[in-house]
């Protein structure tokens, strides 16, 4: 068998979650014929405010063949059946976007419309009670889909929150296991080809040199390799998501009364005077932060918000993130590519940070290149990327852009901004119809989208004719909906209880 046409060594510069999540999903896909190095530095803090996922995850992990309550006690994991949204369309006014379809298909013309048509009829139930996945987070109750698809409780779906340190902690075991070698270092310098302007190689502070065929940048924000050595050039989305700032503060978990309801199964993300604050619970603590404007509040006002809406007792000093919204020109550029935050930053506002490392990874493997330099490959990757990143900075704008508040700077100009045209498209379809319209990528679906547009009160002029000529009775199949959910969540266990049964994590020393 030739060999000579293969990649000998791939090294990843930088850890954290994005250093060994590519690091084992190599190391479990490459079958170790290709050396796999990962140098990073202890003196190098990482960001690790990456709590929160989206249900995609959860396929990431079964590649790996990881399992789901070993890795739950392993990083402090619960469940996650979606976002509440408080303040965001108005004040003192909330929505869910729920993991999971709404409701349960009774008819070719989808529930919504059917909704729609009860709504001008007088029924004010809000959309959110046809989510199965917000019944019963309300409930504070959670238990794993169906899988008969003729249940009611096959209709939701479920991601996690967990610590992203241990969870890198985790997947280093995991990798290591499997004969990736760690370097311990600070790179000092980055050494590229005079002809060809590629990197070789990589000088650590001891004087070392590591050398490698290809590179995976996971250095963060500051993209040593795809920025520092190869001037890639950057987009800058600050105009459309002016938040440019967050503190992150771990508190004392809030287990609730004895039912445990202070431990919910989902993330809450409140709308704030210059950002929004978000709280993830987790087994052994809650997870918070405030992403904000600097334009428009101060640091210090924007800690003291943040420790003053906290469950409980503060466990750390809130540690300040400074960020710039938007993507590398190319993600990929020559032999290296560019995972996490060094290919681009997007606010955690729907949980898309891991879900970004985790779509790189899938695609670099898709595209996987030969010792030769592979031109097609990093354009197809550049192209796909492009248009995942562009999509979910659209859903992301729309929370912002779609709000009835003026009441402060930040949500004022939020509301009058400009927007990408391609966000404008689905906002027009929506208004006018109830449709939802799709690009070529869409991480979030119709359902998400929708979770939006009704949650902050976009409402269209007019819903599915066909809802009317189809002569069902949608008023009537809705609340049988209802009454289904109810009596489903009435018989699941609460998160608490079985967090307890099946992946309680162990004290901690």
Request: hydrophobic share 40%; charged share 25%; net charge negative.
């Amino acid at each position: 068998m030739m060999t000579d046409h293969l990649l000998k060594k791939i090294l990843i510069v930088g850890g954290g979650s994005a250093g060994w999540m590519t690091a084992a999903s190599l190391a479990n896909s490459l079958g170790g014929k290709c050396q796999i190095e990962l140098v990073e530095s202890e003196a190098i803090g990482v960001v690790g405010v990456g709590e929160a996922t989206i249900p995609p995850i959860k396929l990431f992990n079964q590649k790996l063949g990881i399992n789901e309550q070993d890795f739950m006690k392993a990083t402090q994991a619960s469940f996650k059946l979606g976002i509440e949204f408080v303040n965001w369309g108005k004040k003192d006014h909330r929505y869910f976007h729920p993991f999971g379809e709404y409701g349960a298909p009774f008819d070719a013309v989808q529930l919504h419309h059917y909704w729609l048509q009860a709504r001008r009829g007088g029924d004010t139930t809000s959309l959110d009670e046809y989510s199965m996945a917000w019944v019963a987070a309300k409930a504070g109750k959670f238990s794993p889909p169906a899988q008969d698809r003729r249940m009611v409780q096959s209709t939701f779906d479920y991601a996690y929150h967990f610590d992203a340190v241990l969870y890198g902690q985790y997947l280093r075991a995991y990798a290591e296991a499997r004969g990736v070698k760690r370097t311990e270092g600070k790179i000092t310098g980055v050494e590229k080809d005079g002809e060809t302007g590629f990197i070789s190689g990589v000088t650590l502070e001891n004087g070392d040199r590591v050398e490698a065929d290809f590179f995976i940048d996971c250095t963060g924000f500051i993209g040593l390799l795809i920025e520092g050595a190869l001037k890639t050039g950057y987009d800058d989305w600050t105009h459309w998501l002016p938040a440019d700032r967050a503190y992150a503060v771990p508190c004392a978990a809030d287990g609730g009364d004895e039912k445990g309801d202070g431990f919910t199964p989902y993330t809450r993300s409140t709308a704030r005077e210059a950002g929004w604050q978000w709280r993830i619970p987790l087994q052994h603590r809650t997870g918070n932060g405030y992403v904000y404007c600097s334009q428009h509040i101060s640091d210090d006002e924007a800690a003291n918000t943040l420790l003053a809406n906290l469950d409980g007792e503060a466990l750390a000093d809130p540690r300040l993130l400074r960020f710039k919204t938007g993507k590398r020109k190319k993600f990929w550029n020559k032999n290296c590519v560019a995972i996490g935050l060094s290919a681009g930053f997007m606010e955690p506002l729907e949980s898309t940070s891991l879900h970004l490392i985790q779509a790189g990874i899938t695609r670099f493997l898709a595209l996987f290149p030969g010792a030769k330099h592979d031109a097609l490959a990093e354009q197809e990757f550049n192209r796909l990327t492009t248009l995942e990143y562009e999509a979910t900075r659209d859903f992301l704008i729309l929370h912002y852009k779609a709000s009835e508040r003026e009441d402060t700077p930040l949500w004022k100009y939020c509301k009058n901004m400009s927007i990408p045209d391609s966000l404008q498209y689905k906002i027009d379809h929506f208004k006018a119809a109830g449709r939802i319209v799709a690009s070529e990528i869409e991480l979030f679906r119709n359902p998400s989208w929708l979770a939006v547009f009704i949650g902050q009160h976009v409402w269209p002029e007019s819903y599915d004719p066909l809802a009317d000529m189809r002569g069902v009775d949608g008023a009537g199949r809705l609340a049988g909906l209802r009454r289904v959910m109810a009596d489903a969540v009435s018989q699941m266990p609460t998160h608490q209880q079985f967090v307890d049964r099946h992946c309680k994590a162990p004290p901690q020393a």
